[in-house]
């Protein structure tokens, strides 16, 4: 089973995507901060790390970083942010960020990014 | 009438019309302070702040936090300040010559490298002596810089010479930052719709004794459990919440805290930064700043923002406090004398006529009033000429009013920002209020005059350079 | 003590007034401890509308066929009903706050949702309240929620008197109409503040580009921030058309108009702009000054050297730097000149030059 951990710090979206993708056949770990995100991502060693970029504690580069350190697994990163400056998204790539939407976004096209993500993994 | 009649009648009107512009004030900025705070929280009731984070048109800006010994917290207030929400933003870290480890620390931490880095001394400081950055992307925000060490003004001015960005925002390394404090400190600068320009915007500083900090942010707010601490969250929320948004409104603001502020980078330059001759070099900057504008004739304003966004370690101990008031007594007595051309001068508009004579009579002399009132009183006790049913209404009526003021503030913070959500804080900040006049007030008083007293110490040999670098606890007026 | 005084201030007087203060106190206090009563209540009951949101928000969001495609929902009338207004307050925020996230069918059922419960009226009742505050918040509240058939009667408000209601009054015809919504430019009076302009300019950045047919009407405008507004989109859209325009504005008498239209110019810069801000070079002030040179990398070229040379031997070093840098960029072996020169006169020009060829390792 594809395990995705989710970073965001709206419980109500955090809620809204757990849902979904629960529904869609994926294990989830939600994250409400970038600080249990930076711990949890080591332990759970998820195939996909979906993450905001603000978030409370860390932001979502810091959070990229850590994962570039981890050898034993080639986590699938997704940035999932408001900020859709060239500049922003620019700085993601570079750190090591897989893909990048920017919110508002639809349901049906994270699916299909998650699938591209999940057979890049695999 | 003779010679000395004349006099006691001069001295007692002069008290009667002192204390009585004194109340009106108190009275004016309570009621004046309701309005600006209404207005402020139905403009922004529903303002989306990340727009600024989100927008590649918001404007560029520079945290400027000095460092002087900081070894022990440094890495945490660092990383506490990179997780700050701003695209466009540097944090410039001033190591003042530290004599720890503060910069050996942040040099393995963040992975940095000296980099070749021509600076422009546009305001004059002490010698830069290496510009560093990270060689980890992720860090890319940071700048260090290293210099020999000059004191807390001259660190701030070398962070204002090396920003690279149009808005600074100074701050004391050690105190804790919303995530989102920049974008709301940001936002005054852009709202100007006339010909004002906004020059600098304060922020409001609270009080972090008792709060739970993890990771370099605040969990959970708690009214401070020890006395003194509690008796200043008290002070500051009448200075902030009531005496800054009263003097916001009327564009006559003189002080912006040290501890957080914001100013427009160019207006600092041109007005040549902090002055390091003074240790109340904040309420300086703001004084010399206004001072240019009006001097060039160009209009502007200094703006203030009421959302709680700073929070600060308060002294605890007597000893410390004292030293603190001290400091902020010798730092308004300089910052007064270094201006006194605008003295009610109608040159000056609101700030030679109002501002500043506010700040000479009821801020830097009352201290003074009050200790030669109290001798007074004790000669005149012990000579027996009180008359005492009139002293104990007097006192009885100024201890009221000055329950009734804190009362009035504690309800504005109560229906406005409240961060003291129990009602056992709130009973036990209004309890606090009750014993000011008898144990924090005095003490307050006694540790301005200490100021006044080092002040002419200091003044009568001068020539002796006495470097201050900064104290332990930052003055967070 | 002095007579006069002694017949104003007498103990009664100063008793009866610290009476009243100690009334005035006490009622203070009192109403503090109701206010912090009222709104720990508050609290619940918002956490339970909250929740009741949340629940209707997964049915709205996620009510699915077998085969993963979406279905409409439907919500039982019982699910639907909100108390009072601040109830109603807590849910539209909510749903605003939600419906930020989403595009596409997530956001049409998260607005059908807001239509269920009736909310509509509510906001639209703000919208037709006398206080700036309410009206500009029922509509942000009606643009947010993609509320169509309000659009015309919110255009009338984008010259409003009051910022706020015309600040929201023009955000929402931007949502409402695109491009086209910049109309309200055309005849625009009052300032818009740079806060106000940045939320213009994120409004259209979620949008396809389209017609800004008035642009060169609005950079003639006779209101300065309508001036630069329209110069900040000739720069972001690349307007090459109204490239005149631009340079005209180079000779307005507000800085900050000028100052941007330096901006602009080198983003839609052709063969004669750097001839252009050359000249202007002499006519500004320092902060324009710098502003040009910091600028010029698009459009600077050989041609332009003996300008930047003298530029790099200005007194100010901020200028002397920003001509290294141009020079280093855009003339040929530009790096070699800087050397050259820091070999000539290491001070200042070598910290210059090292400094120059640090950005360029970056």
Request: charged share 20%; net charge positive; hydrophobic share 45%.
């Amino acid at each position: 089973m594809v395990k995705i951990l989710v970073a965001e710090d709206d419980r109500l979206m955090l809620s809204a995507i757990e849902f979904r993708l629960k529904k869609e056949g994926y294990q989830v770990i939600t994250c409400p901060d970038g600080k249990s995100a930076i711990a949890n991502i080591p332990v759970h060693l998820p195939d996909i790390v979906i993450t905001d970029l603000m978030l409370p504690y860390a932001l979502g580069f810091e959070i990229i970083s850590h994962i570039k350190l981890i050898r034993e697994k080639n986590i699938r990163i997704l940035v999932l942010s408001a900020m859709g400056q060239e500049k922003t998204v620019e700085e993601a790539f570079e750190l090591g960020a897989d893909d990048y939407m920017t919110k508002p976004f639809n349901f049906s096209e994270l699916s299909i990014r998650i699938k591209k993500l999940t057979k890049q993994g695999a | 009438m003779t010679v000395w009649e004349i006099i006691a009648d001069i001295l007692i009107y002069g008290i009667f019309v002192y204390s009585i512009v004194l109340l009106f004030f108190y009275i004016f900025i309570g009621a004046y302070s309701i309005g600006e705070t209404r207005d402020y929280l139905r403009k922004n009731s529903f303002t989306d702040y990340r727009t600024l984070a989100t927008s590649s048109n918001a404007p560029s800006v520079s945290i400027i936090a000095p460092a002087y010994n900081e070894g022990a917290t440094i890495i945490e207030n660092v990383r506490s300040l990179l997780s700050i929400y701003y695209t466009n933003l540097e944090v410039i870290i001033v190591n003042d010559g530290s004599k720890d480890d503060t910069l050996q620390k942040m040099i393995d931490t963040y992975d940095l490298e000296k980099i070749d880095f021509f600076v422009i001394y546009q305001i004059p400081t002490k010698n830069v002596r290496g510009v560093y950055k990270s060689k980890n992307p992720v860090f890319k925000k940071l700048v260090v810089i290293d210099k020999d060490n000059g004191g807390k003004a001259d660190a701030l001015n070398v962070g204002v010479n090396i920003s690279s960005h149009d808005y600074i925002v100074c701050i004391d390394v050690d105190c804790i930052l919303e995530q989102d404090a920049i974008l709301k400190m940001v936002k005054p600068f852009l709202d100007q719709t006339d010909n004002k320009k906004v020059i600098a915007s304060g922020g409001v500083i609270r009080i972090a004794n008792s709060c739970i900090i993890e990771d370099g942010r605040l969990t959970k707010v708690y009214l401070p459990k020890q006395y003194l601490p509690r008796m200043q969250s008290l002070e500051y929320i009448r200075a902030f919440i009531l005496g800054r948004m009263a003097w916001a409104r009327l564009n006559g603001l003189l002080l912006i805290s040290g501890a957080f502020g914001a100013f427009d980078k160019e207006v600092v330059i041109k007005c040549k930064g902090y002055n390091h001759n003074t240790v109340g070099e904040d309420m300086e900057l703001v004084v010399r700043m206004r001072r240019y504008m009006e001097e060039k004739k160009l209009p502007y304003k200094v703006t203030y923002i009421p959302d709680p966004l700073c929070w600060t370690e308060a002294p605890e101990t007597y000893k410390i406090l004292g030293r603190q008031r001290n400091r902020w007594t010798r730092g308004t007595i300089e910052t007064l004398a270094l201006h006194k051309k605008m003295f009610f001068n109608p040159r000056y508009n609101l700030l030679g006529m109002i501002s500043y004579p506010y700040w000479f009579f009821f801020e830097m002399m009352a201290p003074l009033i009050e200790f030669f009132g109290f001798i007074a009183f004790l000669i005149m006790a012990i000579l027996g000429m009180i008359a005492w049913k009139i002293f104990f209404a007097l006192l009885l009526f100024i201890i009221c009013f000055g329950y009734l003021y804190s009362a009035f503030g504690i309800y504005m913070e109560v229906i406005t920002y409240n961060q003291y959500k129990r009602k056992r804080e709130i009973a036990r900040l209004a309890l606090t209020a009750l014993t000011e006049p008898f144990i924090f007030h005095p003490f307050v008083v006694w540790a301005a005059i200490k100021g006044y007293w080092d002040k002419l110490r200091k003044n009568s040999n001068w020539g002796e350079m006495t470097r201050q670098g900064f104290a332990k606890k930052p003055a967070t007026k | 003590m002095d007579n006069a005084l002694k017949k104003i201030i007498t103990p009664e007087v100063l008793y009866a007034l610290s009476y009243f203060f100690l009334g005035l106190f006490l009622f203070f206090l009192a109403i503090t401890f109701i206010n912090l009563f009222v709104q720990k209540w508050r609290y619940f009951t918002g956490l339970a509308v909250k929740e009741k949101i949340n629940t209707l928000l997964q049915k709205a969001l996620f009510t699915m066929q077998e085969d993963g495609t979406t279905l409409y929902p439907v919500y039982n009338k019982q699910e639907l009903t909100l108390g009072t207004n601040a109830e109603k307050q807590i849910a539209i925020d909510e749903l605003i706050r939600i419906r930020k996230n989403f595009s596409g069918e997530s956001a049409e059922n998260i607005i059908n949702l807001y239509l269920a419960l009736n909310l509509k009226e509510y906001s639209k009742r703000k919208f037709n309240s006398g206080f700036w505050h309410i009206k500009a918040r029922g509509i942000y509240e009606l643009y947010m929620m993609e509320q169509q058939d309000a659009a015309r009667e919110i255009y009338k408000h984008t010259n409003n008197n009051n910022e706020f209601v015309r600040n929201e009054a023009q955000t929402a015809t931007i949502h409402f109409l695109g491009f086209e919504g910049l109309r309200f430019l055309d005849t625009m009076s009052t300032p818009i503040s740079n806060w106000q302009q940045i939320k213009l300019l994120e409004q259209l950045s979620a949008l396809e580009p389209g017609s800004m047919g008035n642009l060169a009407n609005w950079l003639n405008s006779g209101n300065d921030t309508v001036v630069v507004f329209a110069l900040k989109l000739a720069d972001i859209y690349q307007q090459f058309n109204v490239y005149n325009e631009v340079v005209a504005c180079l000779n307005h008498k507000n800085e900050q108009v000028r100052w941007q239209a330096i901006v602009t110019l080198a983003k839609i810069a052709d063969d004669t702009t750097a001839g252009i801000l050359l000249s202007q070079f002499f006519k500004e002030r320092f902060t324009n000054k710098l502003n040009i040179v910091n600028h010029l990398e698009p459009v600077a070229t050989d041609n332009n050297l003996d300008f930047l040379l003298n530029v790099l031997n200005d007194d100010n070093h901020l200028l002397k730097l920003g001509a290294a840098n141009i020079i280093s960029k855009c003339c040929t072996d530009g790096m070699d000149i800087i050397r050259q020169k820091a070999l000539l006169e290491p001070n200042p020009y070598e910290p210059i030059y090292r400094h120059i060829k640090s950005l360029h390792k970056a």
